[in-house]
Structures are given as C-alpha cells and as structure tokens.
C-alpha cells in the first residue's frame, strides 16, 4: 500500500464534496489491510498502522453516510461490514450500519446488529451501549427512522421487463423488505430454474420445503435472495427469517426430512411430531440434543466443569476417544454453542450452560462433579503443581459431588490461602462452609471445630462482624482444649465487643478470663488481659486510670484467682496497672 499516496486522498484540502467523495473511493480501493502485517508488534509501526487504520475508518463512514442518502445502501453496507474486523465495538459503525439496513428495508438485520452490538460491548468492555445505540434501536423497533420519521414501507419491485409494480399495495406492503436483484448473481442458473418450477408448482397448490445446502460460501444465500425477488415478481408473500446453517442439517440427522426424487421433502408425520418447546431454556435443550447424543453428553460434561473450561479437563472427564470428543466440540462451535478462547472454550452465553446444568438431574450432577473434581486432582498431580492451586475448584466440585467428604479439607485449604492474601470475606464463606458440612455429616471433630471457630471469631473481628464473632469466640470457648485457649479467646471476644462499645459484656468475659489465668505459669496471657482491663478502664472515661487489686484465694493452688477479685479501687492507680494502660 502507498500509505503516503493514501494519506493524501484522505486529507480533507479544499476538494468539493463530489471530489471529496471521489478522493475517498482511490483512497479505499488503495487500502488493503495493515500495514507490515509481518511486523505488527514492533513499537516503530504500531502508530502508523493505527493511524492508517483510523484514516481508512474515517473514509469509510463517509462514503458509507453519502452512498445512505442517495439510497445506495448496497455499497453503504459493503463498507461498513469490514470495519468490525477491527473493532467490532464500534457503535458509530455499528449505528450506521444499522441505520442503513433499517433504510433498506432490512429491519431483521439491523435489529440482528443491535444484538450483535451489544454482545461485542459486554465482551470487550462489559458495558452496555450507548443512549444513542439504544435510541436507535428503540426507533426501529417502532419503525420510525432515525430522523423523526416512519420507516418507508417496502417498495414493490418492477416486473420483469415492464419497469411496473407487479404487486398491488396490499401485497405490497406484506413484504417485509425491498428486494433487490444482484448483478453478481452468475453460474447459478440450473438451480434459480429449478427453485422457479417449485414457485409455479405452490402457485397450483403443492407447496414445497426446500433445503440449499453447499460448501461456505458457494452462494446459497445468494441464490435463496435471488429466489424471494422472484416470488415477490410473481406476487407472492414473503416471509424472511434465519438460522445457523447447521442447525438446518439437524433436521436431516433427526430423521424428520428425506431425499425423495431428488429434492428434499419431510417426512410423514414429522411436521405434526414438532412440539415448540415451552421457553426458553427448552428451546436451547432441544436445541443441543438435536446435534446427537454425542454432543450433548459431552457439552452436559462441560456445563458442570463451568462456563469455560480447558480440553484436558474435559477430555480426562467425558472419558472419550479424542475424535469424538474433537467432533463433539466442532458441531458445538459450529452451531455457536461454544466459542474458543486463548486457553480452551466457553460457552457463549450463560443462559446455555446454565440450562444445560439444569436439566440433568441432581444424581448425575452429582455423579459429574466427582468426576470433575477426581480429573483436576489427577491433572494436578500429572503437572506436578499440587493441589493447592486448584483448591477452590476443588472444594466447589466436590461439595456438590456425592463424595462431599471429600470437600471438607479443600474448604478448609481454600479459606487458608484466601486468609494468607488477607482475602477474609472470602476466608469466613469458605470456614462457615467447612462448618456446615461437618454438620450435614455428623463429623465428630472437635478439634478441627475449635480450630475454624476460633479462626471465624478473629477474622470477622477483623471485618468488623462484632455479633459473629462474639458468637464464634464463645462457642470456641466451650470446645477449648486448655486453659490458655480459653484465656485467649475470652480476650479476642473482649477485643471484638470493645470495638462495639459493649463494655458490660466485654467485662463479663475479662472476669471469665480473670478466673481462668494464672499470672504465673501464663505470663503472656495475662499481659494480654491486663491490656484488656486497661482498655476497658480507659473506654469508660476513667481518665486516672484504674487498679486492679488481687487478693489472695482460698484456693490452694498459687497464683489463682476469683471472678470477683476484678474491683474498680476509688484509689489512685498502682505502678502495674498504668504500665498495663501503657
């Protein structure tokens, strides 16, 4: 390409519109793609071949705006389609296009576009389209076109060799689009004969379904295109619509059509066996099992894996030889059921998977989840990675398998790892999980109990949750296994209700802690609890402090004390208790 000749044509200088336009159209005919493709990541090139590209852009759309308002929407569309190659997001191509197709009579396409427009933002950006976008759509909706005005109906087109109308306005008006004729339509005069000789035939009352089918791109819409303008001569009513190609073959895999003297007919009875699924999620089923058995046990495997999942995993859980697997996944990508991405595949909307899932019932979701958790385990030790990076997968298949045993040291392990990265609402769902399983086992444990209790009560502590982990603490407090545990925990409760303004209750358990230490033999734990005392002290505004005055116990063991020996003295503070408020 001669980007400077081409930078040139686009260059606004003083040209008229009808030489701007001209300019533009060298200008897109010199074009031909990226500049240095074989060199796309180099930093001296990237510029220039984006600057090109908006240039190319920008020339586009004008001609694109200039060939819509001579009504030439042909050449308008054909100018439009390729910028999304690029940038499918663009809504200012993507309302041209729109416009253009609602222009021409194709209001199916252009509310097709919206569609499409929406999907590119959500995928790229997550974001939903702009007001204008919206607008736009809204306006097609109600045929009303984008300047205020109703959508022209369909013009009816000449018939042949007259240059009349050859429908009157009432079929006229039934046509849901201007049909035009394509200069480009050669090579296919065989078979426009032949579908000719089925429109003559409906005519006289034998109606007919007919299926083209051919290689991509060979001109089968082309030739279906060419066939609905000669309908429209002869004064027929048309109706359009559409479908993935391979959705049309379904109906030969499923039996319901047949060759029968060389043209394709239904068989007997197979239109009064369709049933139209009741929603949704019905259609989409019915939609997958018309694809095979094979594709449907296969992309049911998937749905449970997740919306995206790698082939390994797959592979290692559908448990088939790898041509019927690869076959299974082509007719899914196919049908547009599956979309590939950088690190395997992904259903290409939630709803299908989720419509998958929900139709299997709960023992073989059951029963593939175990599946799926046992294949990552093997995947992991395969790689030699360990289970620690795929806990969290790990923990959710298997607590929705039928070994859900399995699940309770990967919650536990999954609420660790999110604890290390501070991630501690994460880490409290995952040990309140753990919890709740061990009770829908009957797990007698009781260690492994203390452990996630008093591990709940700091980190909702942590988040603020004063109730919970007060509640959390305190159950803690009846499972400890020593004294010092129990000191401990009654000093982060302390800690928790302190934070809550809750003095009476934080004192209630400074007393229980009180009873329970030994300033002795537990010499950090009462550190800790005489810092608790002085925070109690200080958040009752007792600005001089406060002391706490032990007496000797009749209990003969040394060092231990009573719950009533913790006393507010009217007295000033000894030299202990206000290094303690220190």
């Not at 959705?247 to 039996?255: P, S, V």
């Not at 046992?374 to 039928?402: K, N, P, Q, T």
């Amino acid at each position: 390409m001669n980007a400077v000749e081409f930078d040139r044509l686009c260059s606004p200088s003083n040209k008229n519109p009808d030489e701007r336009m001209a300019a533009l159209e060298e200008a897109i005919a010199l074009y031909q793609g990226n500049l240095l493709p074989h060199d796309l990541y180099s930093d001296c090139t990237q510029r220039p071949r984006e600057r090109l590209w908006l240039l190319y852009r920008e020339a586009s759309l004008a001609l694109a705006v200039s060939h819509r308002q001579a009504q030439d929407y042909m050449h308008a569309i054909a100018l439009l389609l390729p910028l999304f190659s690029h940038d499918p997001p663009d809504e200012a191509a993507q309302r041209e296009l729109m416009r253009t197709y609602a222009l021409a009579g194709r209001r199916h396409e252009a509310l097709r576009q919206y569609q499409m427009c929406v999907d590119a933002l959500a995928k790229e950006f997550d974001a939903p389209p702009e007001p204008d976008t919206s607008a736009l759509y809204a306006q097609i909706q109600s045929r009303d076109d984008p300047k205020g005005r109703p959508l022209p109906e369909p013009r009816p087109m000449p018939a042949a060799g007259t240059g009349m109308p050859s429908l009157n306005g009432l079929r006229a008006a039934s046509a849901p689009f201007a049909l035009q004729p394509s200069a480009m339509f050669v090579g296919r005069e065989q078979e426009f004969e032949a579908l000719r000789a089925y429109m003559r035939e409906a005519e006289s009352g034998r109606g007919h379904t007919i299926l083209v089918a051919g290689d991509p791109g060979v001109g089968k819409t082309l030739l279906a295109g060419e066939a609905l303008c000669a309908a429209l001569d002869a004064g027929m009513t048309v109706l359009y619509g559409a479908a993935y190609e391979q959705e049309g073959q379904a109906l030969q895999k499923d039996r319901q059509i047949e060759l029968r003297g060389g043209a394709w007919t239904w068989r007997e009875n197979a239109q009064a066996a369709m049933k139209l699924p009741a929603d949704l999620k019905g259609l989409l089923r019915e939609r997958v099992a018309r694809l095979g058995a094979p594709v449907e046990a296969v992309l049911n495997t998937a749905a449970v894996i997740g919306r995206e999942f790698d082939y390994p995993l797959l592979r290692s859980t559908a448990a088939l030889p790898d041509a019927e697997l690869l076959d299974a996944l082509d007719a899914a990508l196919a049908t547009h059921l599956l979309e590939e991405t950088e690190t395997g595949y992904r259903f290409s909307h939630g709803l299908i998977r989720r419509a998958l899932y929900d139709s299997l019932s709960r023992a073989r979701r059951a029963h593939l989840h175990t599946r799926v958790a046992e294949a990552i385990e093997a995947v992991a030790l395969r790689i030699m990675a360990g289970a620690m990076s795929y806990v969290e997968l790990l923990a959710f298949h298997y607590d929705l398998s039928d070994r859900r045993d399995r699940a309770l040291d990967y919650l536990i392990r999954a609420g660790e790892k999110a604890a290390d990265i501070f991630a501690f609402e994460i880490a409290v769902d995952y040990f309140h999980r753990a919890l709740a399983l061990m009770d829908a086992l009957g797990a007698e444990d009781p260690a492994r109990r203390f452990t996630l209790l008093e591990a709940l009560g700091w980190w909702q502590n942590i988040l603020a949750d004063t109730p919970h982990a007060v509640e959390c603490f305190e159950q803690a407090i009846a499972l400890a296994p020593t004294q010092r545990d129990r000191v401990r925990l009654h000093a982060g409760a302390t800690t928790a209700l302190i934070t809550a303004s809750d003095l009476d209750a934080a004192q209630m358990h400074l007393q229980e802690a009180l009873a329970e230490v030994d300033e002795r033999e537990d010499a950090a734990e009462y550190a800790d609890v005489l810092y608790h005392v002085a925070q109690v002290h200080w958040h009752r505004g007792d600005s001089r402090g406060s002391v706490i005055n032990w007496r000797p116990s009749n209990n003969p063991t040394r060092g231990s004390r009573r719950k009533n020996d913790y006393e507010h003295p009217p007295n000033r503070p000894t030299a202990r208790t206000v290094r303690a408020a220190a």
